[in-house]
């Protein structure tokens, strides 16, 4: 079933008539095309359908894939900062769905609510958000099962295909996936670029990179120290970047890159992401 506001005259007509603009604040483009919302329900349902997964959305906006994720017929848990939208779910829909839980504010004060739930997550995710909200999953979720995330398709390209900070922070967690190409034709507002979906699966607790606070800090410090000069070597970085200036540190480091026979004159852009991996389990266990 359609969410109640999904065609574009409806949205028009939406805004209009309660004095309502998007607000690019809260990076409000509404997805008018229900081949996309299908396809996000598709793509899936498969990693959470046959197990006792709950669900969770991050920024329900109008409720155009609120309503199909509200159909799967599980706990389900909402976040939404606008107070159109929180109105416009609880006159019209949210009723009728017992099971769910709206989560009124900015979704960074309450995503702790879900931080311990066997979940699976969606979210059209604000750009100026994106990053922050992927590290809290990584980092504070114990036990997610998975999420698929519209982001600016940069992003997507950056975070799935390029060695950056961020994409290998994220790589020690899970897999992260390039679905789909979303034409900014798509949205209403039409945005200025396009959107991708990506889909991001935790990896087994055995294989992942940090287990702790602890571990996630001395992962994070490692991809800081190495990423904190554009292309300068990774000897030249543990030296001098502000991020290493600790002997432990820098020793367990030095060590970790000639058990792993990673090149010090190596540029971090040059290391592939099985290596960045193995030379931060290293580094763990020298730490450890």
């Known amino acids: 079933m359609y969410a109640p506001i999904i065609k574009l005259s409806e949205i028009k007509n939406f805004l209009s008539s309660n004095s309502l603009v998007a607000q690019k604040k809260f990076g409000q483009n509404f997805l008018i095309d229900q081949n996309i919302v299908r396809y996000i329900a598709e793509c899936s349902k498969d ?69 311990s739930k066997e979940v699976f997550i969606f979210g059209n995710l604000p750009y100026h958000l994106t990053s922050e ?48 190409k979303v034409n900014k034709k798509c949205f209403y507002p039409v945005p200025k670029i396009d959107s991708a979906l990506i889909r991001i699966l935790p990896r087994p607790k055995e294989e992942r990179l940090f287990h702790s606070k602890e571990d996630i800090a001395v992962w994070s410090r490692l991809l800081r120290t190495f990423f904190w000069g554009k292309r300068k070597q990774i000897q030249v970085s543990l030296r001098d970047s502000p991020f290493s200036q ?43």
Do not use: C
């Not at 590290?135 to 997610?144: H, L, P, R, V, Y």
């Not at 390209?157 to 897999?175: A, D, N, W």
């Not at 540029?267 to 266990?285: H, S, V, Y």
């Open 246 to 288: 600790d002997p432990k540190f820098q020793e367990a480091v030095r060590k970790a890159w000639e058990k792993t026979n990673i090149s010090p004159t190596s540029r971090p852009e040059e290391l592939n992401r099985k290596q960045f991996l193995t030379l931060g389990q290293e580094l763990l266990d020298l730490l450890s």
């Open 47 to 115: 990693f959470f359908e046959k197990e006792n997964v709950e669900l969770a959305e991050i920024g329900i906006g109008l409720g155009t894939l609120t309503y199909p994720i509200l159909e799967f017929e599980r706990p389900t848990y909402l976040f939404e900062i606008d107070r159109a939208y929180i109105e416009l779910a609880k006159t019209t829909y949210l009723n009728l769905f017992p099971k769910a839980v709206l989560y009124e504010g900015d979704a960074l004060e309450n995503l702790h609510h879900i931080f």
């Open 133 to 180: 909200i992927l590290t809290i999953i990584a980092t504070e979720f114990k036990n997610w099962r998975g999420g698929v995330f519209m982001v600016q398709k940069e992003f997507a390209e950056r975070v799935t295909g390029e060695i950056s900070s961020l994409s290998i922070f994220l790589e020690g967690m899970g897999k992260i996936e390039f679905l789909k």
